[in-house]
C-alpha cells in the first residue's frame, strides 16, 4: 500500500476512532466487564436527506478496499504510524469499521458492548478515595487519561476531518448494514458528538457508591447519563475539557456549523450546603 493511502486510510479511522473508542480506550480495564449491550435496533424511518452531506470523493483518490477486506489494510496504516506495540496495545483487528460504527451509534446509550469495541481499555485501575460511604472519584484517577488526551489535543482536526471523509464511503456502507438502510453515518456522528458535548460540568469532587461490584454514581442525575457522557466525568474535568474542545473542533470540520448548548452544571450532593 503507498504511504499517500496509510495516510488517507489511518487518518479517517482515527477521526472515528476519537468518537468510537472513547468508552473504551479511556475506560478502566481492571474493572469487570459489564453485561454486552444488544446491538442497535434498525431504523424503520428513512432520512429524506443528509444533513450533513459529505464532500464526494475526488475523481483521482485512491481505492479503498471493500469494507470485508479492510481489516489488513487498516491495520498495516496504523501499524506504519504508531508501530506495532501500539497496535498490539490498543486497536482490535478485527472487523475494525463495523466495530467503529457500532460503537458511535451506541455512545448515547446506557451500555456499549465490549465485545464490539474497536480499541482496547487502558490498564490500570479506577481510583476513588474517601471513607466508605463517602467515596469520591481519587484526584489521582485523571491522570491515567492524561497521555492519551494529550495525544488526542495533538491530531490536526482539520486535516483529520479530511481524512475521514476520504474513508467515509467504508463507515458509510458498515452504517447501512447495521441496520440502517435509509441512514447516513455522518449524521448519526455529528448527533452522537452533540450528545457527549452536552454532558455536564460537574462542580466539586463527584460521590460513587458501590451497591455491587461496579462503582455507580451516588447522584442519580449523574448515574442515569449515557455510557459516553460517564466515561466523560470519569476522566476529570481537565481532561473532559481537552476532549469537548476537540469535538467542537471536530464537530465543526465534518458539520460546517458550530453548535450552541446550554450544560446544566452539577455540583455533588455532597457538598451542597
Not at 476519537?18 to 481492571?30: C, D, H, N, V
Not at 485512491?62 to 489488513?72: C, E, H, M, R, T
Not at 458535548?197 to 447519563?225: C, S
Request: avoid cysteine; aromatic fraction near 8%; charge should be positive.
Amino acid at each position: 500500500m503507498k504511504e499517500s493511502n496509510n495516510r488517507l486510510v489511518i487518518g479517517g479511522l482515527v477521526a472515528a476512532v476519537i468518537i468510537a473508542g472513547l468508552a473504551y480506550y479511556f475506560w478502566p480495564k481492571s474493572e469487570p466487564e459489564a453485561p454486552a449491550a444488544a446491538p442497535a435496533v434498525a431504523k424503520t424511518e428513512p432520512e429524506a436527506a443528509p444533513n450533513y452531506p459529505v464532500p464526494p470523493p475526488k475523481a483521482d483518490a485512491p481505492p479503498l478496499p471493500s469494507l470485508d477486506d479492510s481489516d489488513g489494510v487498516l491495520a498495516d496504516a496504523i501499524t506504519a504510524l504508531i508501530g506495532a506495540v501500539g497496535v498490539q496495545n490498543f486497536l482490535v483487528k478485527s472487523d475494525i469499521a463495523r466495530h467503529i460504527v457500532v460503537t458511535v451509534d451506541n455512545l448515547p446509550r446506557k451500555k456499549v458492548a465490549e465485545r464490539l469495541k474497536p480499541v482496547k481499555p487502558i490498564t490500570g485501575k479506577f481510583l476513588v478515595s474517601g471513607p466508605e460511604g463517602a467515596q469520591t472519584i481519587a484526584a489521582d484517577n485523571a491522570a491515567r487519561y492524561n497521555s492519551a488526551v494529550h495525544l488526542l489535543e495533538s491530531v490536526d482536526t482539520r486535516a483529520l476531518a479530511q481524512s475521514y471523509f476520504k474513508m467515509y464511503p467504508l463507515l458509510q456502507k458498515a452504517y447501512v448494514d447495521l441496520g440502517y438502510p435509509n441512514g447516513y453515518f455522518n449524521n448519526r456522528l455529528v448527533e452522537v458528538i452533540d450528545h457527549l458535548l452536552a454532558t455536564p460540568d460537574v462542580q466539586g469532587p463527584i460521590q460513587v457508591v458501590q451497591p455491587n461490584v461496579l462503582y455507580e454514581f451516588a447522584d442519580p442525575r449523574l448515574e442515569a447519563l449515557s455510557s459516553g457522557q460517564k466515561v466523560l466525568l470519569r476522566m476529570g474535568p481537565q481532561n473532559a475539557a481537552v476532549v469537548k474542545r476537540k469535538l467542537r473542533e471536530l464537530r465543526e470540520a465534518v458539520a460546517g456549523k458550530t453548535p450552541g448548548f446550554s450544560r446544566p452544571n452539577f455540583r455533588s450532593p455532597m457538598f451542597l450546603g
